[in-house]
């Protein structure tokens, strides 16, 4: 169960790291996509739970971010990205599921958690791989950096369920919560919490997030 500091590379030349928690006898492996500005290491908090619970986890960093900066010669820093740069983050989530398949988990054993524009790469993942069954969205938007979820959850399966978490001080992902729920009420069920953090900073003033994170991956 130790961690594993890995390396992988997108189809377009980037080169993504990550850190692979292996868990021995793990049926499921999480996906973790952190928000922006962060890095992999801001899931630390719930990685740390998910393995205590039986989930192998990866987090990575996406490009431009932490130690994903290089594509080939070419330095990447997310702060110079235009939308499209930021919208080629799909490549780092598409390396990162081919990664934990070669690590022995079907498509239907994935999970996927994010954070802000990752909650977004979430959403849109589930829309484009759609025996991935289950993912929790921390403070997305209906739109960050041209990456939209409304369009994705439009398009969920029957069998896909989504945890969505806002603060009811963060405005616009509080909107967009309501929205993303009435969009398909079905499918994805919502929590409002009290005050204005974003994303993983939800942590530290929402006692049992983390536990009621994995109690929904646990289904």
Do not use: C
């Not at 235009?82 to 988990?105: C, M, P, W, Y």
């Amino acid at each position: 169960m130790t961690q594993e500091k890995v390396t992988f590379q997108t189809t377009d030349g980037v080169t993504i790291i990550g850190d692979w928690d292996a868990v021995t006898g793990a049926k499921k492996a999480v996906l973790l996509l952190h928000m922006m500005p962060a890095v992999r290491g801001s899931w630390s908090p719930l990685s740390a739970e998910l393995k205590k619970n039986n989930f192998a986890t990866l987090a990575i960093d996406l490009r431009g971010h932490g130690e994903s900066t290089q594509q080939g010669e070419k330095k990447l820093d997310y702060t110079k990205f235009n939308d499209i740069e930021h919208q080629a983050s799909r490549l780092d989530v598409d390396t990162a599921i081919n990664f934990l398949k070669t690590k022995g988990f079907a498509e239907e054993n994935i999970l996927i958690v994010g954070a802000s524009i990752g909650a977004n790469l979430v959403a849109d993942a589930m829309y484009r791989y759609v025996k991935i069954g289950h993912g929790v969205l921390l403070s997305p938007g209906l739109d960050y950096r041209a990456i939209r979820t409304e369009p994705a959850v439009k398009q969920l399966t029957t069998d896909q369920k989504i945890w969505i978490v806002s603060s009811e001080g963060d405005k616009y992902s509080a909107d967009s919560t309501v929205k993303l729920q009435q969009t398909k009420p079905d499918n994805i069920t919502i929590s409002m919490v009290e005050g204005s953090d974003h994303g993983t900073n939800m942590f530290a003033s929402q006692k049992t997030l983390i536990q009621d994170i994995v109690k929904f991956l646990a289904f």
